[in-house]
């Protein structure tokens, strides 16, 4: 009797496993697979990460302050301040040839008066721009 206790607990305690093992959760077509693509500097400059002295790039690079980054080239832009991106700042992004799909501007600061403010700004030369803060930009 006391043979068939410890056989009965044994069972109990003794978790259900499914047949199938070793096995993905998905292995038909259409499979998803993850790139990091900051870690290909065929895919062009990305920034890795930023604090207040500037931004670090995939490609090893430190640039100090404030940047406009593009593909294959990075240039320091002038501007310490939202107060700063003026009509005259903004210019430059105008002048760029191939023009410029969409302008993505970083603000230090998340006050929505600075935000609208550059977002009028790039409107009235007629570029089309978000306006985040820089930790939603890099996001």
């Known amino acids: 009797m006391l043979s068939v206790i410890r056989r009965a607990t044994l069972r109990a305690s003794t978790p259900v496993l499914s047949g199938v093992r070793g096995k993905a959760a998905y292995e038909g077509e259409g499979k998803t697979t993850v790139r990091v ?3 290909e500097y065929d895919a062009g400059l990305m920034i890795d990460s930023y604090a207040t002295y500037g931004f670090k790039l995939n490609n090893g690079l430190t640039v100090l302050g404030p940047m406009a980054i593009f593909p294959r080239t990075v240039m320091s832009w002038q501007v310490t301040a939202a107060e700063e991106v003026t009509e005259q700042s903004l210019k430059l992004f105008r002048l760029l040839e191939p023009r410029i799909d969409l ?5 230090e600061t998340g006050e929505r008066a600075a935000q609208e403010g550059v977002l009028r700004l790039a409107r009235a030369l007629g ?11 890099l996001l």
């Open 103 to 107: 302008l993505v501007v970083g603000l």
């Open 37 to 39: 693509i900051n870690q």
């Open 127 to 137: 570029l089309n721009a978000e306006v985040l803060p820089t930790e939603h930009v």
